[in-house]
């Protein structure tokens, strides 16, 4: 294990557009999660009579626990940006035939997937740090009284990084069957962000909501959207909370059915 962990540090080190990625993550989430509440607190802040009936409908997202929720949300949105690092790094092992030198070097197939889940595991590890931290410091500026309930939400922490993970796996497969890394980008774009979207929006009115199976939903319905989202349509935010875990099931067999895959192919194809 200790090996296998040394050669991807080893390899991430040196190749610059991965860490050019992790910039951007390491930017993009603080600063994403700014956004939203730098508009809630401007919105909150008029004094007219719209400010003071959204803040009867909203209450306070960004204190604690409820800031868990609303963070994890919001970042979720985001997904994306670090599985786009995932594929660079993936695609960048068969552009450089690396994946054929550990081979040479003594490695098993067995080995060199299992270091590659170890690097999608590390950046999943990441953005869930990245996740708490926002979260924490979000929501002690906003902190009114006594901090006991900090942790009451924290229950995200673990769904945020079911999600990235199981996300961040689709990225790998996709990565893995192609090789190529602008095509792999482009297909896991449209994908991720245009064709699922296409067709879950459509079967929530036509085919009775079958999209909930569909790889990237699957994980997105872990976190549902903030509990002021409740107010509007209180019916489907309570199904949304229900459903939670079941889709932890789902994400779960989804993801162990990827890299199942993986491995099968990996034992099967040409270096």
């Known amino acids: 294990m200790m090996n296998l962990l040394r050669t991807e540090w080893l390899k991430m080190r040196k190749y610059w557009a991965f860490w050019w990625m992790t910039g951007i993550i390491a930017l993009s989430y603080p600063g994403i999660n700014y956004i939203f509440y730098q ?66 070097d003594g490695w098993s197939r067995q080995q060199f997937l299992a270091g590659k889940c170890i690097d999608v595991a590390l950046v999943s590890a990441m953005v869930t740090l990245l996740y708490i931290i926002v979260a924490l410091l979000i929501g002690f500026i906003n902190k009114t009284g006594e901090t006991a309930n900090i942790w009451t939400g924290s229950k995200y922490i673990g769904l945020f990084f079911i999600q990235v993970f199981s996300q961040l796996s689709i990225a790998f497969l996709i990565a893995f069957l192609i090789r190529k890394a602008f095509i792999a980008l482009g297909v896991f774009l449209f ?52 459903a939670i875990n079941t889709h932890i099931i789902y994400a779960v067999v989804l993801t162990v059915f990827i890299w199942l895959v993986c491995y099968s192919i990996n034992n099967r194809r040409d270096l």
């Open 39 to 104: 508009i809630y607190k401007e919105l909150m802040e008029k004094d007219n009579a719209t400010s003071q009936i959204m803040k009867m409908i909203i209450g306070n997202p960004f204190t604690f626990p409820e800031v868990w929720h609303t963070v994890a949300y919001a970042s979720s949105v985001f997904i994306f940006i670090p599985a786009l690092a995932v594929i660079m790094f993936i695609t960048n092992e068969y552009t450089y035939k690396t994946h054929r030198q550990n081979i040479i």
């Open 191 to 242: 994908y991720a962000l245009i064709l699922e979207n296409i067709a879950v929006a459509w079967a929530k009115f036509k085919a009775n909501d079958i999209g909930e199976f569909l790889p990237m939903e699957i994980s997105d319905r872990l976190i549902p959207p903030p509990a002021f989202f409740g107010r509007f349509d209180e019916e489907r935010y309570k199904a949304s909370m229900a």
